[in-house]
DNA sequence: GTCTATAGGCGGATAGAC
DNA sequence: GTCTATCCGCCTATAGAC
């Protein structure tokens, strides 16, 4: 208890909105030069301090990439979990549709912090396994809905050849051992569909391509959920 | 006819090829450092030769990125066009699994300049519009395969709602005005849904979730190919 | 925890000689 | 076309004083 907010001393406090301002630095960093580039010096030079200072936050460079990385999955997570509950009224399939929007819309809002964990990997960095239970966040998300239509009765069996089928209850038995495998594959493939068609209105691919991408996206949405297994009612 | 291979002079040649192992050095980096740090010196270094002479055939380092992607989504064009072709005596639904299949091929070979072109936007660097009839190389392969389909009255109309009808007429009249719009829509879906599944692959979303990588690929593609409104025959 | 100083690099781009 | 020399900037990271 001696930890918590209230017994917080002076120094932990200050502690912690200094490592504050300083991701939240580096986040702006990201926009303008983007993560390869990231530099501490250049972070430290804006908020006043000295770069040597900084290392008593961060260790290293990659460090505070670790931090930005877990941040942004985190910060991905909870838009996917809110937009869960918010609809948890409706049926899966319109579940789907929401929580398809509401990771459309937080990559439209944070580019840069998108490019950085479903863009090109930063050279020279291997992200550490604490970044995994951040980044299982949205997809256990996408998981839940089925499971909500699996209890519902709501789930079709999509079809699944032959050579597939080990592979299908291996990734089943890891992810969610409760589901049918076929469903399990259709939505991990449905999974990689959804940020193609957001990584590609992100990253630019569709200018001067779609326009109504709101639409657009709305659209292929509700059909990956189709592909996923999801019916509509 | 003066500037034709045979009548080529010494002094053009050795341009040529100076050109060339100068990109070829790039894109060595290209996998060692990234787009980002695309540094004329590193490549001028490593050829022997002193920075300011790269000038000569670069006039800067955007330049020679520009070189870079136009000569990246020509390779990845060229090797769809080339499976398209090594497939014309089957159906379109084959088809299109196996230029899907060396889209997928070229990025597992090319990863670093699959993220030139289909990973995060390098910062501070804007295309030029000399790429862009490079880059619709690919996505003119699978519209052709829509329309080999649509020759054959093997192409289905895929469910279209009514808010996207004009996106939908207006995608089709830029792209292929001879091809339903219905269709036109479903393709452009299918198309970044294509690249999600690669780049996932490429990116190493996949790591510890997708093990039969090359047989998940494959039934993915070919349910894309049902989405897109192709028929199984 | 913050500073100065320092080591030992790196980069883009240009001028001017040959 | 290639070189040297140069301008002016940048970086990670550490040592040691306060």
Redesign the interface.
């Known amino acids: 208890m001696s930890t918590a907010q209230g017994a917080m001393g002076a120094r932990a406090r200050a502690r912690i909105e200094v490592t504050a301002a300083i991701k939240d630095e580096a986040r702006g960093q990201l ?7 990231l530099s501490l010096r250049a972070v430290a030079r804006e908020l006043g301090m000295t770069s040597s200072a900084l290392y008593r936050y961060f260790p290293s460079r990659d460090d505070l990439l670790t931090a930005l990385i877990i941040d942004a999955y985190n910060s991905l997570g909870h838009a996917a979990e809110v937009a869960y509950e918010a609809a948890a009224d409706t049926g899966p399939a319109r579940r789907w549709t929401v929580v398809c929007e509401a990771v459309r819309d937080w990559a439209l809002a944070h580019p840069h912090e998108y ?1 950085l964990i ?7 960095y291997t992200a550490p396994q604490d970044t995994v239970p951040a980044a299982a966040r949205v997809a256990y998300v996408f998981v839940g809905i089925l499971r909500d239509a699996h209890r519902g009765a709501g789930l079709a069996k999509p079809a ?2 032959a ?2 089928r ?2 299908a209850h ?2 089943a038995a ?2 969610a051992p409760d589901l049918p495998p076929e469903a399990v ?2 939505l ?2 449905a999974w ?6 957001v ?2 209105e992100v ?4 200018n001067r ?4 991408r709101e ?2 996206f709305r ?2 949405a509700e ?2 959920a189709h ?1 996923a297994g999801l019916v509509f009612s």
């Open positions: 926009a303008a030069e983007g993560a390869a580039k490019a479903y863009g090109s990997p930063v050279p020279g699944l050849p050579d597939l080990p592979e291996r990734m890891d992810l594959t259709a991990v493939a990689a569909e959804l940020f193609g068609l990584g590609f990253f630019g691919q569709f391509v779609v326009e109504d639409a657009f659209h292929a059909r990956l592909a």
